[in-house]
């Protein structure tokens, strides 16, 4: 079945340095999301990507989808403590009917 | 203010006690999900719905039990039956859940049966 692997599990930084978290299928996906979930928290939607090489930006935050829509990254410019929190991806992907896969998440944690 | 609300926040339960979770949502979202989150770990569906009176199971189903019997009302029950029920319950819903719509998470709630 359809699977999204995520790594590295965790990311310890010091504040200012920059991070990447990436996001794999085993399948192609119509479209990718990535959420934060900050500590004691839920998740909260970041984003959406849907075309092949697509790149979006938010401030300090980079976010590309793969041209084969198999694999996604989030890069994250400069690191601040407020960054702190799990990153998730969510790939949308058709097996027997379209359902979103969350990957296993990538916890940020930012040395002041 | 629209949303989506879990009730209670944290909930305690003796083991062999069923345990019903609340989930509520005003955004008119026709999709509402039920995840489970383990410490440190990723989020696993247990069931969804993309209509009232429908849902389906997620990939870890067994030992739980849903009812969507009003669009803005998904409750999970969590039975006997569920060998680990102790963990992070959040409830989400979207748009429409083939259109890949972002998904609107609740507050969760932490379930600890002893």
Redesign the interface.
């Known amino acids: 079945g359809q699977q999204v692997m995520?790594i590295p599990q965790y990311q310890h930084v010091q504040e200012g340095e920059d991070f990447t978290t990436y996001c794999n299928s085993s399948t192609t996906l119509?479209?990718i999301?990535w959420?934060k979930q900050r500590p004691g928290?839920?998740?909260?939607?970041l984003i959406?990507l849907?075309k092949s090489g697509e790149v979006k930006k938010q401030k300090r935050l980079t976010f590309q989808f793969g041209e084969a829509k198999k694999n996604s990254s989030l890069h994250i410019t400069a690191t601040q403590t407020t960054d702190v929190g799990t990153y998730?991806c969510?790939g949308?992907g058709y097996t027997g009917?379209?359902k979103?896969i969350?990957?296993?998440?990538t916890?940020l944690f930012v040395k002041a | 203010d629209g949303g989506i609300t879990q009730s209670p926040k944290y909930l305690f339960r003796k083991e062999g006690q069923n345990v019903t979770l609340s989930c509520e949502q005003n955004l008119n979202h026709d999709a509402m999900y039920w995840y489970r989150q383990d410490p440190g770990q990723g989020l696993r569906l247990i069931y969804y719905s993309q209509i009232v009176n429908d849902f389906q199971k997620g990939d870890i189903a067994e030992g739980y039990s849903v009812s969507r019997e009003k669009k803005e009302s998904f409750p999970l029950t969590v039975t006997s039956a569920q060998k680990n029920p102790t963990a992070f319950y959040l409830c989400a819903s979207s748009i429409f859940d083939q259109g890949g719509y972002e998904q609107y998470f609740g507050p969760g709630t932490r379930l600890t049966v002893t």
Request: no cysteine; net charge positive; aromatic share 22%.
């Open positions: 995520q119509s479209n999301q959420y928290g839920h998740p909260v939607f959406q849907v998730f969510a949308l009917g379209f979103t969350f990957g296993a998440g916890r």
